[in-house]
């Protein structure tokens, strides 16, 4: 934890240990799935790379990796509303089997425009994957098709994720209560 202040905002809720262990799991699921053909992982940045990072040295298949960018939250615990596509990935989708990684799944708004827009660039088979599933506030009827934890409770912090640009480099996830 950064800092006495920070420490006093954030409670811890999965600790890096679990966080890994079920990495181990995700990853032989996605394997599994996949049956050792050539995949074409997609970052979601910002909050996507560390998830990112950890789970595609798990897998055992042909990878492909790209990244894009969308802004979705401004400088603050809530939803802009706004979702823009800020960087592109590169890689020629069509044909190609696409796994989308993100961070979180929340309202669904991010998911669910990532999911359309590379729909449209004709993928040979499309499946999205998150580390944490907020089910109880989605707004867009979304449901991954890899998740590694539902989680009820509040804003989160850690391991990728951010309030106002801080606490993506946590290797355990926290809860965020504003003072
Ligand atoms: P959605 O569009 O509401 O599903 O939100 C998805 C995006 O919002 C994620 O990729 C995160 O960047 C961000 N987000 C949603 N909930 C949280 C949270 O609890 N902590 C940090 N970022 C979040
Ligand atoms: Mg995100």
Same mark, same amino acid.
């Given at each position: ?6 420490? #006093? ?5 999965? *600790? &890096? /240990? ?8 995700? &990853? ?8 050792? +053909? ?14 990112? *990072? ?12 790209? %990244? #894009? ?6 400088? &603050?615990?809530?939803?802009?509303? /706004? ?5 592109? *990935? ?12 993100? +961070?979180?799944?929340?309202?669904? $708004?991010?998911? +669910?425009?990532?999911? $359309? ?15 944490? +599933? ?7 009827? %979304? ?9 009820? /409770? ?10 106002? /640009? ?14």
């Amino acid at each position: 934890m950064p800092s006495n202040v920070d420490a #006093l905002r954030l409670r811890p809720l999965i *600790s &890096a /240990e679990r966080i890994q262990k079920r990495l181990d799991e995700l &990853a032989a699921e996605i394997d599994a799935h996949y049956q050792g +053909d050539s995949v074409l992982a997609v970052c979601v940045l910002k909050g996507g790379f560390m998830f990112f *990072s950890d789970l595609v040295k798990r897998l055992t298949l042909p990878l492909e990796l790209d %990244f #894009l960018r969308i802004s979705s939250y401004g400088q &603050a615990t809530r939803s802009s509303g /706004e979702l823009r596509l800020t960087k592109d *990935s590169d890689l020629p989708i069509r044909g190609s089997r696409v796994l989308l990684i993100d +961070d979180i799944i929340d309202t669904g $708004r991010s998911m +669910d425009f990532l999911y $359309r827009l590379v729909l449209e660039r004709d993928p040979a088979t499309l499946d999205t994957c998150v580390l944490v +599933d907020k089910h109880e506030r989605r707004e867009i009827p %979304f449901e991954p098709d890899f998740v590694g934890f539902p989680v009820a /409770e509040g804003f989160i912090v850690g391991y990728g994720m951010d309030c106002a /640009e801080q606490f993506r480099n946590l290797d355990a996830i926290y809860v965020y209560t504003e003072a």
